[in-house]
């Protein structure tokens, strides 16, 4: 988009840019449990990431209904009328909010039921008989219900920043995209974390630590992506990526998202996947700086947010 | 249906705060929380410097964001153009906040006095006791409007008659006369909200 002028004093702000305030840490961490669960859902369903068993229930379900729930409840703790949360389901034709919420619930209903038919309960499977037990029919649609609404859940706190007018820097879908890369990234991550106990075989640990490296690029790149796009735009982008490069949000944007959230992950991967025979160790702390990287990454866009000003 | 709105010329707007403190009475708002605030800034350097005062208000856009984004369906927009928080259905989720481009919305997660932290019997009064964990915003005055054919009190009140209120749909109205023959100009129409608010220069 062209520069933007004020018509009223032809091209002097009265207004400065004014960084957001209303949200922060709370939602970083709502958004990063949603998108890693959702993902290691997701990654169970498609590509048969399970990370063990519990009570013959895949971890990776279990966590992924754990980050999910824990990311739901953040939500719900920063309403400012908890107990009216029911009511955010109202809108899902416009509010990206509320089509989350909605998912959200959809997944830990449908991923609850399909889970809680796999619990192994003294030597037995008491629930086995559920008609949705295992991969019937109507199990193989709980999880396809349960993994499209994880994939909503994974973007619309992006799609959320997207759709807002009001701050250019938030207002593009390379936010989603990031959320996206990132979650995979993340849950990638976990099971690369998860391997140092369990038995995975050397070429499984090749393809994973393969996507997670695919991933970590892509998630760099739309990082790069976002950042030229900010400068190139809008006047008041452009001061959210300066106060991301050069401000108050240097260190944990450039040195916690980047360097050791992004570049230092993508090159231990690197040399732990192809190097020598697969490292386990390196690929775990890989996918460890991975994880708050992530978090922070989250953290700082959602900061660095700014409104324009109109007048 | 009339669309009401306002116009606002900057040439008569002298400073004086009187629009946005009889909002606050009005509306009996708690401290933090502005309906109608105006901006100030210092342009230019001597001989040539002079101070710019701009009053605000929320727009009410026909095509308001906010509304788009709540998510339990609390902000409506009225048939006569007024967009309004219904604060019995809000959960305080600052989805409106974060999406109006004009920051028109107020988050209260807290009400105390503006003279310490016990509310004086006029702020027990006034204040809305349901207002705590909800947003806040101008109503355009539609209590007034409602009784009948009032002003809206930042309107009523501006001494040098900066703030012209009236029907935007009625074209021989003062405002769609203002509008017309001066340019009037909406506030980053480029956000596509189309505000029911315009500034004259």
Redesign the interface.
């Known amino acids: 988009?062209a520069a933007?002028t004020n018509?009223?004093?032809a091209g002097?702000w009265?207004?400065e840019p004014?960084p957001?305030n209303?949200?922060g840490v709370p939602h970083t961490s709502w958004f990063f449990a949603m998108g890693v669960g959702g993902a290691l859902f997701i990654n169970r369903v498609l590509f048969g990431i399970e990370l063990g068993r519990i009570l013959g229930m895949t971890v990776a379900d279990l966590l992924g209904m754990i980050l999910i729930g824990i990311g739901g409840l953040i939500l719900i703790g920063d309403?400012?009328?908890?107990l009216?949360?029911l009511?955010?389901?109202?809108?899902p034709r416009?509010?990206?909010?509320?089509v989350g919420?909605i998912a959200d619930f959809v997944f830990l209903i449908f991923a609850g039921l399909w889970v809680i038919a796999d619990l192994e309960w003294q030597g037995g499977r008491p629930l086995a008989g559920l008609p949705w037990a295992g991969n019937s029919p109507l199990g193989i649609a709980f999880q396809v219900i349960a993994a499209a609404a994880a994939f909503i859940v994974i973007v619309y706190p992006g799609l959320?920043?997207a759709?807002?007018?009001?701050?250019p820097f938030w207002n593009t879908t390379l936010i989603p995209l990031q959320f996206l890369s990132f979650a995979f990234a993340s849950a990638v991550g976990l099971a690369l974390i998860f391997a140092l106990w369990l038995p995975v075989p050397p070429a499984l640990l090749t393809a994973w630590a393969s996507a997670e490296i695919l991933l970590l690029a892509v998630t760099l790149l739309l990082f790069v992506a976002h950042l030229l796009q900010g400068t190139a735009s809008h006047a008041t982008a452009k001061v959210a990526v300066t106060r991301l490069l050069k401000g108050e949000l240097h260190v944990p944007f450039v040195w916690g998202t980047l360097i050791a959230g992004l570049l230092l992950p993508l090159f231990l991967g690197l040399y732990g996947a192809y190097a020598a025979s697969p490292a386990p160790g390196l690929l775990a702390l890989s996918a460890l700086l991975a994880l708050p990287g992530n978090w922070l990454s989250k953290y700082t866009v959602i900061k660095a947010g700014n409104?324009?000003p109109?007048? | 249906m009339p669309r009401w709105g306002m116009v606002i010329d900057?040439a008569r707007c002298v400073g004086c705060y009187a629009c946005t403190i009889a909002c606050k009475v009005e509306n009996g708002t708690p401290p933090g929380v502005w309906y109608a605030p105006v901006?100030?800034?210092e342009?230019g350097s001597y001989p040539t410097a002079k101070r710019?005062f701009?009053p605000?208000l929320c727009y009410h856009c026909k095509n308001p964001?906010c509304?788009?984004?709540?998510?339990?369906?609390?902000i409506s927009k009225r048939e006569d153009g007024i967009v309004l928080v219904d604060r019995e259905?809000?959960?305080?989720?600052?989805?409106c906040?974060?999406?109006?481009?004009?920051?028109a919305l107020t988050?209260?997660?807290e009400i105390k006095g503006e003279f310490g932290d016990e509310l004086n019997p006029w702020e027990r009064a006034r204040y809305p006791q349901d207002g705590?964990?909800?947003?806040h915003k101008c109503t355009l005055c539609s209590h007034r409007i409602d009784e009948g054919n009032h002003e809206p009190a930042c309107v009523q009140t501006c001494p040098t008659h900066c703030r012209i209120f009236g029907d935007l749909e009625d074209p021989g109205s003062e405002v769609s006369k203002l509008i017309r023959e001066r340019n009037g100009?909406q506030?980053?129409p480029?956000?596509?909200?189309d505000p029911s608010v315009y500034?004259l220069?």
């Open positions: 988009m933007v018509p009223f004093t002097t009265i207004m004014k957001q209303f949200w309403l400012g009328k908890p009216r949360v009511r955010a389901l109202l809108n416009t509010s990206w909010i509320s919420a959320v920043l759709a807002s007018p009001s701050i409104y324009a109109f007048l | 900057l901006y100030e800034r342009v710019l701009l605000t964001p509304m788009k984004a709540c998510p339990t369906k609390a259905k809000c959960c305080g989720s600052r989805a906040v974060a999406a109006c481009p004009y920051g988050f209260v997660d705590v964990g909800t947003v100009a506030p980053r480029e956000a596509g909200t500034y220069r």
